[in-house]
């Protein structure tokens, strides 16, 4: 048997790399399958902790219901059906909230989530990176959409992205930068690839600014009225914010 157990590994490693299984590893090295299977879980998890955060695997990406509405996705006909145009609140259209979770360790997982404006502001706020359980991630997932009326709606990888990173670009076309932890926690995301589909923003392609609580309003519109025009975008602020 073996005494160093750093030669071991290594040798599991290889092993792994070249495709075998735990059972073959226990033939080829003399181990009992109990002690192979759980030497081979030991490299998985090493390869997790050290693989870069968008490169690790997805357990699940979930955008808010409604995040579609008056956006253009004649490029991705998918995602509009499966969003049900007009079947929920109207209160929370022009706002995608999106979440993904990766795997992090054999039983743990990263989460996090993106407030995107997809009529103007893009990416507002950020949460996480944060690390749990993968028996606490439903939970998470229900309490991160507590206030809209309807559940979430599973997507895929390349939808997150597509809302997320295309929200920020459109942004910046008006004028606006993401968040302030945008790059910190994006790592997480990873980007689209070339191939991905398009979503139009803005509400039915125009710039339509909806004022937030933190918002300051009267910079917004300048930048606005700056960038696109007057005539050119709309906007809607609460009494007081100008």
């Not at 795997?103 to 407030?115: D, K, M, N, P, Y």
């Not at 009529?119 to 959409?145: F, H, I, N």
């Amino acid at each position: 048997m073996y005494d160093d157990d750093a030669q071991l590994l290594s040798q599991v490693r290889s092993l792994r790399e070249k495709g075998s299984g735990p059972k073959q590893i226990a033939r080829a090295l003399g181990l009992k399958p109990a002690r192979a299977g759980a030497l081979v879980r030991q490299v998985a998890h090493e390869q997790q902790s050290t693989a870069a955060p968008a490169a690790r695997p997805v357990v699940g990406c979930w955008v808010s219901a409604d995040w579609s509405t008056d956006l253009e996705l004649s490029a991705a006909p998918d995602w509009a059906r499966a969003d049900d145009e007009g079947a929920g609140d109207p209160g929370v259209a022009g706002f995608a909230q999106v979440l993904i979770a990766r795997q992090e360790r054999a039983s743990r997982v990263t989460v996090c989530g993106f407030l995107v404006d997809v009529y103007c502001l893009g990416v507002k706020d950020t949460v996480g990176p944060q690390v749990m359980g993968g028996g606490s991630l439903d939970a998470y997932v229900r309490d991160y959409y507590r206030a809209f009326d309807r559940p979430p709606l599973r997507i895929g990888l390349e939808q997150a992205q597509s809302i997320v990173h295309g929200g920020v670009a459109y942004a910046r076309t008006l004028g606006f930068e993401p968040g302030p932890d945008f790059a910190q926690v994006s790592v997480h995301l990873g980007e689209p690839g070339p191939a991905a589909p398009q979503v139009g923003f803005g509400r039915q392609g125009k710039p339509f600014y909806i004022n937030g609580p933190r918002d300051d309003a009267r910079k917004i519109v300048g930048t606005l009225e700056r960038t696109c025009g007057a005539g050119n975008y709309d906007y809607v602020v609460g009494t007081g914010s100008m």
